[in-house]
């Protein structure tokens, strides 16, 4: 599948990968199953095996909403808050079906790219943060349905991985709402 995560393509995750091949322990996780959750330190690094996560933030009435996906052959982690700040996560990612990741410690993971690649972290900081940036520029810019139509156009495969209900999490509409732009789309 394309990735969705157009910053993966700007960042070189090789090392880190063949760091979590050789020292990482392959996990099982069940649809619904936390790999990281909000206001807890990330434990762990990892790359996806089989299935895919979904990146979620808590909304003022208690549900979870989805800002972002990793799929298999994609890194998972709780970049901003675990990662770079050694601090409490504001987000979870849960599984979105049965998975599996080949892990290892965050820390350990960590320590090792700053002693082998110091300028990773900083490099993989401006590159989120420009990806960010665009997609919170790109709600302003494009209607649900432009950005509805992107996304298949781009990720046809999505909508075969992931729930309606995510993706229109996601896009920021309703399912309903999603529901009609794919009936006028016919896609």
Known sequence: ???I???LNNIDFET???YCMA???TVGYAKGDFFDETGRIGKYVGFVKSGYFKYCVLTSKGDYAVTGFSFADECIMDFTQSFIFNKPSKISIIAGC????VQVPMRTLRDFVTQNNPDLIPHMSAV???????????LYQESPSDRYYELVEKYP????????R????????????????RKKSGK
């Not at 049965?98 to 990741?101: A, G, K, L, R, T």
């Not at 995510?166 to 009609?180: F, N």
């Open 1 to 3: 599948m394309a990735q």
């Open 5 to 7: 995560n157009e910053f």
């Open 16 to 18: 880190m990968r063949e």
């Open 23 to 25: 020292n990482g322990n």
């Open 98 to 101: 049965d998975s599996e990741v």
């Open 128 to 138: 989120v943060l420009e990806e960010a940036y665009g997609r919170y520029l790109h």
């Open 157 to 164: 495969d999505v909508m075969e991985l992931v729930t309606l």
């Open 166 to 181: 995510d993706i229109a999490s996601y896009l920021l509409v309703t399912p309903t709402y999603l529901s009609r732009i």
